[in-house]
């Protein structure tokens, strides 16, 4: 079967350590010997676990439906199959999001509304971010017809099994591991 690169971007704070470190915990990444050995050393928190593949230059991968994903934050050679750029669902997404979007240069991207949980789940919130990128991706000539998923990475809540704080959501889209199976199948 072959491994597939899943590229995490987005900016300082958004959270893309915390949904990697979730991500590996709930789809097995992390066997339960890594996770004691871990939480004995201090890491209990999922952007630790995610610092932990980095420290010890192992690359962090999981298991999904349609094979098996690695996950990198360079989107240096080779290029990866998908790439999830995470927003902070409380700072707009602006032009700086949309240029790096361009940059990427890749036809697989899911965005990544983040930290839903502080916004009590308002799909206000999630619509402004939205509908904020999708007008900086087509001022920027990108295709804007990517899925942006809420997410709660702290929490876990559309990961894996579809969040029922956001019924609004449910109804029409999938998690993130529902779209990283789309992309590199």
Known sequence: ????????????????????????????????????????RGHDRYDQVAEYFTVQEKIPTIQIPHGVVKFTNSTSAPVPNCIL????????ANKSAATTIESLKTPNLIVIVNKMDQVEWSEMAFNNVVNGLSAELRAAGIDAH????????????????????????????????????KCVR
């Open 146 to 181: 990517v899925p942006f998923i809420p997410a709660s990475a702290l929490y876990g809540e559309n990961l894996i099994e579809r969040s029922l704080k956001c019924l609004w959501y449910s109804e029409k889209g999938g998690t993130i591991v529902d779209a990283i199976d």
């Open 85 to 92: 750029y995470i927003l902070d669902v409380q700072t707009p």
């Open 1 to 40: 079967m072959e491994q597939k690169t899943v590229a995490v971007m987005g900016a300082s704070g958004t959270g893309r350590a915390t949904l990697i470190g979730n991500l590996l915990y709930k789809c097995g990444g992390i066997d339960l010997l890594t996770l004691e050995y871990m939480q004995r």
